[in-house]
């Protein structure tokens, strides 16, 4: 099942990439923090959370600022 998930996120992570979809890539870097931080993975989870903060800053999609003060909590 794991593997599964990962690659649900890998192919998540390319279509976001490349194209004009920063919306979703916010999301996915937010989703991602969130799992990596269930995981126990730290580290990882604060790469995820930096992005998502500066994707937020650079589109203005402040929807997500909660969700991030909460992952910026939980860190």
Do not use: P, W
């Amino acid at each position: 099942m794991k593997q599964v998930k990962k690659i649900a996120q890998i192919s998540t992570l390319e279509i976001a990439e490349t194209g004009e979809m920063k919306l979703h890539l916010c999301d996915y870097h937010l989703e991602a923090g969130r799992l990596c931080s269930a995981e126990g993975k730290k580290t990882e989870a604060a790469e995820h959370v930096h992005i998502a903060a500066e994707l937020i800053e650079k589109t203005g999609y402040y929807r997500r600022k909660k969700e991030l003060s909460l992952l910026f909590e939980n860190k």
